[in-house]
């Protein structure tokens, strides 16, 4: 037997982009399905994970998903230059967990995830 399932939005790929967007509209009352082609979401992990501290709290990322940065090293083969800054402006994030959780703020606002 088949199943049938009926949505306004599919988005695919599970990731911060389409975590994001399905988010967005089941926020705003659409029926949202969110594919991801892994077992689970951020099975693979394809960057660093280092950005804004901003961008970080527009998104409302919880603390425990970041480390902020307060020195820099930048090295050559012939010279080294560090710089630090009492306030942190940069992060590194728990990628895996960053996107565990925008995924799960998705489903929340009710989309549907599919692994």
Known sequence: MTQRFEYDVVVVGGGP???SAAYEA???G???ALLEKEETIAETVRTSGV???QNIKEFGIP???????RNF???SPNNEVTISDTVPRAAVLDVRKTYRWLAEQAKNQGADIFT
Do not use: E, M, R
């Not at 603390?63 to 940065?69: E, G, K, S, Y």
């Open 73 to 75: 090293s930048f090295c």
């Open 30 to 32: 659409v029926k949202v």
């Open 17 to 19: 982009a389409g975590s």
């Open 63 to 69: 603390d425990d998903c970041f480390n902020p940065i």
């Open 51 to 53: 950005t804004w501290i």
């Open 26 to 28: 089941a926020k705003n």
